[in-house]
């Protein structure tokens, strides 16, 4: 009788440890990705004003002049 109440007690800490672990790692995921999110948007935001201000052609927008200097790198590495 007192080791089906130990192995008991035993089951509902381990359900707990592991419950409040996950809680915790669910936190800090979600906080991570909202991070890297916000850092790829505002690195994004940055390097399309720079195309736009110092890499665009008259009349080209900034995708047609990504695009544009993708390929002309391609080529330069083949």
């Given at each position: 009788m007192a080791k089906s109440k130990?192995?008991?007690a035993n089951e509902k800490?381990?359900?707990?440890?592991?419950?409040?672990?996950k809680t915790i790692e669910k936190s800090v995921v979600?906080?991570?990705n909202k991070m890297t999110?916000?850092?790829?948007?505002?690195?994004?935001?940055?390097?399309n004003k720079f195309v736009d201000q110092y890499l665009t052609k008259e009349g080209?927008?900034?995708?047609?002049a990504k695009k544009r200097l993708?390929?002309?790198?391609?080529?330069?590495?083949?």
């Open positions: 130990l192995v008991n800490i381990a359900k707990s440890v592991t419950k409040g672990y979600d906080g991570f999110d916000k850092v790829v948007n505002e690195y994004t935001k940055i390097e080209e927008s900034v995708t047609e993708k390929e002309e790198q391609e080529k330069k590495n083949k």
